[in-house]
């Protein structure tokens, strides 16, 4: 499967987002405004990820190698932890940020 940067990184978010099993309208807008404040992630292609991302059967261990730089994995934990907080960080969705920095060694 061939995946781009900006995708693996929607995945990555919304996979945090959902670990309590759902990813609630404010998770979902605060991840589309950050894909955008961060990155430049345009509307259309948020969209195209996110529905690719409900269509997925791959873990997010695929995604997360695939993101390499510090710099892109400091901005996708600033995105994850704001888009996860944003309803309140349940502990599901806490478990999966804090195994995302110790994947990644980051801050």
């Given at each position: 499967?061939?995946?781009?940067?900006?995708?693996a990184i929607v995945f990555i978010c919304a996979s945090v987002?959902?670990?309590?099993?759902?990813?609630?309208h404010s998770e979902l807008?605060?991840?589309?405004?950050?894909?955008?404040e961060y990155?430049?992630?345009?509307e259309q292609e948020?969209?195209?990820?996110?529905?690719a991302f409900f269509n997925s059967s791959e873990e997010v261990d695929f995604y997360v190698s695939?993101?390499?730089s510090?710099?892109?994995r400091i901005k996708v934990l600033k995105i994850a932890e704001k888009s996860a907080s944003?309803?309140?960080?349940?502990?599901?969705e806490n478990i999966g940020f804090q195994r995302l920095k110790l994947i990644w060694d980051c801050m």
């Amino acid at each position: 499967m061939t995946t781009s940067k900006n995708q693996a990184i929607v995945f990555i978010c919304a996979s945090v987002c959902g670990k309590d099993g759902l990813i609630s309208h404010s998770e979902l807008a605060e991840l589309k405004s950050c894909m955008w404040e961060y990155l430049e992630i345009p509307e259309q292609e948020f969209d195209i990820a996110m529905d690719a991302f409900f269509n997925s059967s791959e873990e997010v261990d695929f995604y997360v190698s695939q993101i390499t730089s510090d710099e892109d994995r400091i901005k996708v934990l600033k995105i994850a932890e704001k888009s996860a907080s944003v309803d309140g960080l349940d502990v599901r969705e806490n478990i999966g940020f804090q195994r995302l920095k110790l994947i990644w060694d980051c801050m």
